[in-house]
């Protein structure tokens, strides 16, 4: 029995030290070996030939996106007002075609936009769901491309070739990056000091006697490594945590099950979406996981909820 005892202890503890790592996931929500991080060329990271991003839990119903930028009026409720750049004039046909977005506009529909903008290589970055220089550089350059007029602005004409190439967005590349609302935080979190986690929402609350003091975008382990749902604590913390077992770095690493511990994770803030932890809750944001390490005292609770 005492022989027994010594070697669950010592796996206990090469679990700690391991921790976890991002990793790929392949056809069929398979895992993949460990990898290193690569930034984006090409064509956007994670695309599949299905209306979507492939979710690292397929079993897991992704929130409902809402009316979409290519929907009739009457579906819509984040349209921005119409414009018009020009007017009729000596040697014009008539106005040019109404603008749809242009820059210094925000919401879900800049979200549609850059998402098929993504999809065609003419940007890399977010969705951020606000028209940027970015944005404008990229709707320039695929303006100019087809032979409309090279304005950075979106009108119909342009918005209607767009449409005319790409595929319907499902509701995490629209999300890829995060931004996405948070859900309703569970019961279990609205007393103490808690890390309330949501799957269904990808988020995390920061919640002090019911309060919601901050918020971020995390991602989970994929369908073979899943994080584990339920109430824990955080029992041990390590700012500059190294994995052994997967040979990486897990900064800002709170641990709560196990080797199972919210960290920081480059490969998320690359990649978003379009990778998975090994049952880790990885945070991209490194700034908000700095503060939020820094507020977090061991013993305070964890509630990992769908």
């Given amino acids: 029995?005492?022989?027994?005892?010594?070697?669950?202890?010592?796996?206990?503890?090469?679990?700690?030290?391991?921790?976890?790592?991002?990793?790929?996931?392949?056809?069929?929500?398979g895992s993949r070996a460990p990898i290193r991080i690569e930034f984006p060329s090409g064509t956007p990271a994670g695309r599949t030939s299905d209306p979507g991003l492939r979710d690292p839990d397929p079993g897991r119903r992704s929130p409902d996106p809402g009316p979409r930028a290519s929907d009739p009026p009457d579906r819509r409720n984040t349209?921005?007002?119409?414009?018009?750049d020009g007017t009729d004039g000596p040697g014009r046909?008539?106005?040019?075609?109404?603008?749809?977005?242009?820059?210094?506009?925000?919401?879900?529909?800049?979200?549609?936009?850059?998402?098929?903008?993504?999809?065609?290589?003419?940007?890399f970055d977010g969705p951020t769901g606000t028209y940027d220089e970015l944005t404008e550089r990229a709707v320039r350059g695929f303006q100019g491309k087809r032979g409309l007029p090279a304005t950075g602005r979106t009108d119909r004409?342009?918005?209607?070739?767009?449409?005319?190439?790409?595929?319907?967005?499902?509701?995490w590349d629209l999300y890829l990056m995060g931004g996405?609302?948070?859900?309703?935080?569970?019961?279990?979190?609205?007393?103490?000091?808690?890390?309330?986690?949501?799957?269904t929402s990808r988020t995390l609350r920061w919640m002090v006697d019911g309060r919601t003091l901050a918020t971020v975008a995390v991602r989970f382990?994929?369908?073979?490594?899943?994080?584990?749902?339920?109430?824990?604590?955080?029992?041990?913390?390590?700012?500059?945590?190294?994995s052994t077992l997967y040979d990486t770095s897990m900064p800002y690493a709170m641990f709560f099950s196990g080797g199972q511990a919210v960290h920081f994770s480059s490969d998320f803030a690359a990649r978003g979406y379009a990778g998975a932890s090994h049952g880790c809750v990885n945070v991209r944001d490194e700034a908000a996981i700095a503060d939020l390490y820094a507020r977090v005292r061991t013993g305070d609770k964890v509630v990992v909820h769908r």
């Fill in 1 to 29: 029995m005492r022989g027994t005892g010594k070697a669950s202890a010592a796996l206990l503890v090469l679990a700690v030290a391991c921790g976890c790592t991002v990793q790929g996931t392949g056809e069929g929500g």
């Fill in 157 to 171: 004409v342009t918005w209607q070739r767009l449409l005319a190439m790409t595929r319907e967005p499902g509701y």
């Fill in 79 to 84: 349209r921005s007002p119409d414009r018009s």
């Fill in 180 to 199: 996405q609302p948070a859900a309703a935080p569970d019961p279990r979190c609205l007393t103490g000091r808690v890390l309330c986690i949501s799957k």
């Fill in 221 to 242: 382990g994929s369908r073979y490594t899943p994080t584990r749902d339920g109430v824990f604590e955080v029992y041990w913390k390590s700012r500059n945590h190294w």
């Fill in 93 to 123: 046909a008539g106005p040019a075609p109404a603008v749809l977005w242009s820059r210094g506009d925000t919401g879900r529909d800049v979200r549609e936009l850059q998402a098929r903008l993504r999809q065609i290589a003419w940007l």
